[in-house]
């Protein structure tokens, strides 16, 4: 029997990373019986190893909870835990589009942070009703009054009905669930009789192939009922219909305002498209729901596998991945040195790392990874504009007019105490001020910034000298003209087009510096002496020099005439210089690595 979409309840999480949004989650599923105690884990709805490990929230994860409200009423509670780092954003974006309202955790020792600000106003975009909730309240440091002034001052939300909880003790649990099913509003347009359901995430499964997580909007999706997918005109039969509590469980069908899973022998990952609109195929809607905003890949690197022959397995795993990931793309590429790999695009750095983290864990998969680049946009003498983001692609410069790199939007949150190391820092980084605002003893920056020198290691140096209390955000804002060199490394006179990049001509001597004399460090030593240069065109702008292994070919000569061991020097000399010519220098991952760490350790 169907469901009353007046008792469904659909809400997201959102917060800024460790503000508890995984850890409210649990007791939100612990206070509606979804998991009996001895079934509960820490954060148990982030099931993967790498959320786990690392304490992060990397996909959107959905629950269906029954409460049974003070006044004898039982709602249904769809649920979606969301991550809160700035690479997941778009995760962020897609859950928010599947409900009608938000709750909006704030730390209450912390106040309100960067990623608070960017996720509020996604929620205010997409029309939400926004609970408010205080979490960390059992905290000795926790100052609710301070905190909701914050808000006040810089969201401009009412404060009067903040929900204080501890997700950690579970206090105030109660009130916010009875604030859920009394504030939150239920889903609408409901009554319509047309089947048309959104998708909001797809997975791989290696016993039911593709399963799609779904919205329905209107209509009712029941067994053996045949689909279609608008976009792409595909049709299927669905084979089975289910919800998560968060345990997987099966159901007749999902009607109107309800949130769930369906299997239908779906193979080709292509055939599953993002905010895609599916539909009766007897009786179809002829209007695609709005979707989502295409997420746009901003950090490019190379995948190549270590064994060649591993070429159509790592092909298959992206292709895995990109199902479950729509923010992430990939393209087959070839280079002289790595020999056949992918150039793939992802959303941020940790977003690249999670994507490397999953390939070798999830597939056994062994990497080489490229440096990683942004896309640039040349402009040529002839008229042509090419966009690139594989430094190899580079034209002739003789044949460039002027380049133009991405330029972002940040804003940073930070304590007044740090604020010269940050402006400084964004000063390094050939930052442009906008704004500064005092809050209290809070400072909020807002700086455009080439997203080039944000991708590398802006995160770590951020953190550093804030002693890791800063916190920052950033969105596209528009491309700028830059004076622009590809950096060539070249080992033994041969260009590694691997470890080649695009970077600021007033920064490429010292980024070429350290990148001689961290390979000094990695590539073993040959039977010769290999040099290792940095180049911007045929201009050699830095030189290390990794000596040679030497056999002591004089230890036979015991005394005797000194011209004996010259005449064996020269020879071994002559030998080496032989040898340089005609040998091949075998450069160990580590050093292509080694590129993605520059700037980390200083």
Not at 317 to 336: H, I, M, Q
Request: proline share 3%; hydrophobic share 40%; net charge neutral.
């Amino acid at each position: 029997m169907a469901n009353d979409p007046r008792l469904i309840r659909n809400l997201a999480i959102i917060a800024h990373i460790d503000h508890g949004k995984s850890t409210l989650a649990d007791r939100l599923i612990e206070a509606c019986g979804g998991l009996e105690q001895r079934e509960m884990t820490k954060q148990i709805l982030d099931s993967m190893d790498i959320e786990q490990e690392r304490g992060i929230t990397i996909k959107a994860q959905t629950v269906r909870l029954v409460y049974e409200a003070k006044d004898g009423q039982k709602y249904i509670l769809n649920l979606i835990d969301t991550p809160g780092h700035v690479d997941f954003a778009y995760e962020v974006s897609r859950s928010l589009a599947a409900c009608e309202g938000s709750i909006l955790v704030i730390d209450a020792t912390q106040g309100v942070e960067a990623q608070t600000l960017a996720n509020v106003y996604q929620a205010i975009e997409n029309n939400h009703e926004i609970i408010l909730v205080l979490n960390k309240i059992d905290l000795p440091s926790a100052d609710p009054e301070r905190v909701k002034l914050q808000i006040e001052e810089m969201i401009g939300l009412d404060t009067s009905s903040t929900v204080l909880v501890s997700a950690k003790t579970g206090y105030g649990i109660t009130d916010l669930l009875e604030t859920i099913v009394h504030k939150l509003p239920h889903p609408r347009g409901t009554e319509n009789k047309l089947t048309q359901a959104l998708l909001i995430d797809s997975w791989y499964d290696i016993y039911l192939g593709v399963v799609i997580l779904v919205r329905v909007i209107s209509g009712r999706i029941f067994k053996g009922m045949k689909i279609r997918m608008l976009s792409t005109g595909a049709t299927y039969h669905v084979e089975t219909v289910g919800i998560f509590t968060p345990r997987k469980v099966m159901v007749e069908e999902l009607c109107g305002g309800e949130v769930g899973f369906i299997t239908a022998s779906i193979r080709q990952v292509a055939d599953c498209k993002i905010g895609d609109t599916i539909t009766d195929d007897k009786n179809p809607v002829l209007e695609a729901l709005p979707g989502f905003r295409t997420a746009r890949s901003v950090v490019f690197c190379g995948l190549y596998p270590t064994d060649a022959g591993n070429y159509s397995v790592l092909k298959d795993s992206l292709a895995k991945l990109r199902l479950n990931d729509s923010g992430f793309e990939f393209e087959p590429e070839t280079s002289g040195a790595l020999g056949f790999g992918f150039r793939c695009g992802f959303l941020g750095l940790l977003h690249l790392e999670v994507i490397q983290e999953r390939l070798i864990r999830e597939y056994n998969l062994d990497l080489i990874t490229t440096a990683p680049s942004v896309i640039y946009k040349i402009y040529l003498k002839n008229g042509k504009v090419l966009s690139i983001h594989n430094p190899a692609d580079m034209p002739d410069p003789s044949t460039i007019d002027y380049m133009e790199e991405p330029w972002v939007k940040m804003t940073i949150m930070l304590h007044n105490d740090h604020l010269g190391n940050v402006i400084d820092l964004c000063t390094k980084r050939r930052g442009q001020q906008l704004e500064l605002t005092y809050i209290g003893n809070r400072v909020m920056l807002v700086y455009l910034l080439p997203l080039s020198d944000v991708v590398y290691d802006f995160h770590d140096q951020l953190k550093s000298c804030s002693q890791g209390y800063a916190s920052f955000d950033w969105q596209f804002d528009s491309y700028k003209t830059s004076d622009l060199v590809r950096l060539s490394i070249l080992v033994n006179s041969e260009p590694v087009d691997a470890l080649s990049m695009i970077v600021y001509r007033d920064a490429a001597e010292s980024r070429g510096r350290e990148m001689c004399q961290r390979l000094k460090d990695l590539i073993p030593r040959h039977m010769f002496a290999i040099p290792i240069q940095a180049a911007i065109g045929g201009k050699i702008i830095a030189r290390e020099t990794i000596s040679a292994l030497r056999k002591d070919v004089t230890a036979k000569c015991y005394g005797g005439d000194i011209s004996r061991k010259r005449k064996l020097l020269e020879k071994q000399k002559e030998g080496k210089k032989r040898l340089r010519t005609i040998g091949s220098v075998d450069i160990p991952q580590s050093a292509f690595i080694a590129a993605l760490k520059i700037g980390k350790d200083k």
